[in-house]
């Protein structure tokens, strides 16, 4: 009986360390995604959505600094959304301004329609040629 109560705490230990060590590894996974720069957060967005997403049309409804608004229609309901286009200036085609009111192309989620992109490293649905005219304007 003497030697059992030896052999005891080690194997105590031994159970407390196997059940602590995933414990741990899950913590440090857990502070180690928590980390992560925003930036990155939003670049595995786009990119999640340009490879998965469906495509579908928007409006550009205005731009500002670094952020690009506009509007779509998903199964009969009208979203209004922004990007943050800050990381992909070179990306938009001549001047921001020209693309107010223009109709583009979009990527969004199936599963939650809200999550689109105009616009990603790998993809862009900003259409670069002339804007059309009114029906019934002659030049």
Same mark, same amino acid.
């Given at each position: 009986m003497f030697e059992s109560s030896q052999t005891f705490p080690a194997?105590? $230990?031994?159970?407390?360390?196997?059940?602590s060590l995933?414990?741990? $590894?899950a913590g440090v996974y857990i502070v180690l995604r928590l980390r992560r720069k925003p930036k990155?957060?939003?670049q595995r967005r786009r990119?999640?959505?340009?490879?998965? &997403?469906? *495509? &579908?049309?928007?409006t550009i409804l205005?731009?500002? &600094?670094?952020?690009?608004?506009?509007?779509?229609?998903?199964?009969?309901?009208?979203?209004t959304a922004s990007q943050d286009i800050s990381k992909l200036r070179e990306l938009i085609p001549?001047?921001?301004?020209? *693309?107010?009111?223009?109709p583009a192309s979009l990527k969004y989620s199936s599963q939650n329609p809200a999550n689109?992109?105009? *616009?990603c490293e790998e993809w862009?649905? *900003?259409?670069? &040629?002339?804007?059309?005219?009114p029906s019934g304007m002659l030049s």
């Open positions: 194997t105590g $230990a031994l159970v407390i360390g196997a059940v995933p414990v741990v $590894a990155d957060k939003e990119l999640e959505v340009n490879s998965n &997403g469906r *495509l &579908g049309d928007a205005e731009i500002t &600094g670094d952020t690009i608004f506009y509007e779509y229609s998903v199964r009969g309901i009208t979203y001549g001047d921001p301004e020209r *693309l107010i009111g223009r689109s992109i105009l *616009l862009s649905g *900003l259409r670069a &040629g002339p804007a059309t005219q």
